[in-house]
Structure formats: structure tokens, C-alpha cells
């Protein structure tokens, strides 16, 4: 979804250093610098054993129009810098900002085994009667879900989510559906804690 600077700020609560007018607006969104379209947002996202901030001058050198950052850059580029104290923080409140503005009926699917295809099971019925995105390829990690978040569009009625089993999601705007054993669902909801869930994703098709 399309969002201007003054959506990032407001979304982000970050601090706005040159650039770029608060009107201007961004459609893709990063977190690896190698995926960098120009035009797009990059988000450089602190790790335990990498910085995002290191590959900074590689998203400029693809297009990065916008960057999210916890510091400010010594390059001179003349692209914006939002400034926020956690990259991942808002990373994940501008995915929860796009996906409140759209209000999708949303599904999430999480488990030990056949994540993939309930996922794709969950997403052709709902497919019957909404305009459906889906987590596609590799899209299932704690950088997964968000990203596939902010690909949503206006039209967009429904949103089916895939959880990766081993992410450690930090926190997750939306519900979560079990898939597959017990166990992994137990866990799952242990991680998640505090999030809305569904137990059913039959219950998306009611109505």
C-alpha cells in the first residue's frame, strides 16, 4: 500500500531529517538492501549478529528513496531518514497502521507441519467470495509477515497469513490460526501471547 512520509512518521512516531516532502509517497518497502526497488522504503533493522545499518550505502545505490533507521547516516545522499529508537518497532507498527486503514478479515495459520498448505487451502475458499492476499515464497519469517502485510491494497477484502513455526515473532497484528499438532500450537500461542486469535479458519467462511 502506498503511504506518504507524513503516514511513515505518523505510524512510525519517528523524527523526519531532509529529503524528501511530507506528501511524497513510497509503495515497496525493505529489510534487505539486495531487494531494494527505486523508490522504495528502506528499513534497516538491528540483529543480534547483523546491523542493517551496514548495508545502508547498498539500498541507496538500488533507489532507496526513504530510509528507517535508529540513527542518523553520515552519508550525504539527500534522502529522507526517519529516525525511531527500534527499527523493528516500526517496521511492525506501519504494517499494523496499513493493515487497520484496510481492515481485511484476517487469517493466520501457524503450526509444527502443514502450514503451507492449509494456507493455501484457507486462501482459495475465502478466494470464492474475497479479493484474497496471501503470504507468498519464503514470506512466513518475523520480517516475513510484515512485508507481506504492506503489500496490502485497498481493494484487498482478506488476508491469510503464514507463521513460520521457528520465528520468534516479536509481537503480530493479527490472529492466529493453529495448524497441525497440538503442541505446536500450544507453543506458538505461548510466543504470541496478548494477540486475537481464531481456533478455526473455517470460521472466516461463515456469513
Known sequence: MKLTLLELLEATGGGEIGGTQVGNTFGTYHT???EVVPGGVFFALKGASMDGHRFIAD????????????????????VVEIIVPNTWDALYAVA????????????????????????????AILGRKY?????????????????TILKLEPEHEALVLED?????????????????????????RQRAHGVLRITRAARACQG
Open 131 to 147: 479479493s484474497v492476499l496471501r503470504t507468498t515464497g519464503n514470506l512466513n519469517t518475523e520480517t516475513g509477515v510484515p512485508l
Open 164 to 188: 513460520g513455526d521457528a520465528a520468534r515473532r516479536r509481537r503480530r497484528p493479527a490472529r492466529s490460526a493453529g495448524a497441525a499438532d497440538g503442541r505446536g500450537r500450544h507453543e506458538h
Open 59 to 78: 539500498a541507496l545505490s538500488r533507489g532507496a528513496a526513504a530510509l528507517v533507521v535508529q540513527r542518523r547516516t553520515e552519508l550525504s545522499h539527500g
Open 96 to 123: 499494523r497502521y496499513v493493515r487497520e486503514h484496510v481492515d481485511p478479515l484476517v487469517v493466520g495459520v501457524t503450526g509444527s507441519n502443514g502450514k503451507t498448505s492449509t494456507k493455501e487451502m484457507v486462501a
Open 32 to 34: 534487505d538492501s539486495r
